[in-house]
């Protein structure tokens, strides 16, 4: 089973910037796609990215592109959201997920945050405040 430990969650100011770490432990990470997820409160959880082990196979949701950048140091282990400009609406707990069977999946290769089923292994999550 994969193991995901999250960090680098926190408040900051509107505009601000903030990068959220998933380290991975149990399998070697690029055997997993890796998704992103936030669920605000008193809304239902979305994705808002992912990455895989194809080259440049990341996925953004329209809220966040621009914004948002994932990446992935597979010799650490380590997947890194990284957030710009952000705004108030951002408040959320953040969770990034492993994917085991992305290879497999009817919905086609790589990565997808449209279906939050196919994410078996969940990090404990890390809240993001952004207020001034």
């Known amino acids: 089973q994969l193991q995901l430990v999250q960090s680098g969650g926190g408040l900051v100011q509107p505009g601000g910037s903030l990068t959220l770490s998933c380290a991975a432990s149990?399998?070697?990470?690029?055997?997993?796609?890796i998704g992103w997820f936030r669920q605000a409160p008193g809304k239902e959880r979305e994705g808002v990215s992912c990455?895989?082990?194809?080259?440049?196979?990341?996925n953004y949701a329209d809220s966040v592109k621009g914004r948002f950048t994932v990446s992935r140091d597979n010799a650490k282990n380590v997947v890194y959201l990284q957030i710009d400009s952000l705004t108030p609406e951002d408040t959320a707990v953040y969770y990034c997920?492993?994917?085991?069977?992305?290879?497999?999946?009817?919905?086609?290769?790589?990565?997808?945050?449209?279906?939050?089923?196919?994410?078996?292994?969940w990090g404990q999550g890390t809240q993001v405040t952004v207020s001034s």
């Open positions: 997920a492993g994917d085991p069977y992305y290879l497999d999946r009817s919905e086609g290769y790589g990565c997808h945050i449209s279906y939050e089923s196919d994410y078996i292994d």
């Open positions: 149990g399998f070697t990470l690029d055997r997993y796609a």
């Open positions: 990455t895989s082990s194809f080259p440049g196979n990341t």
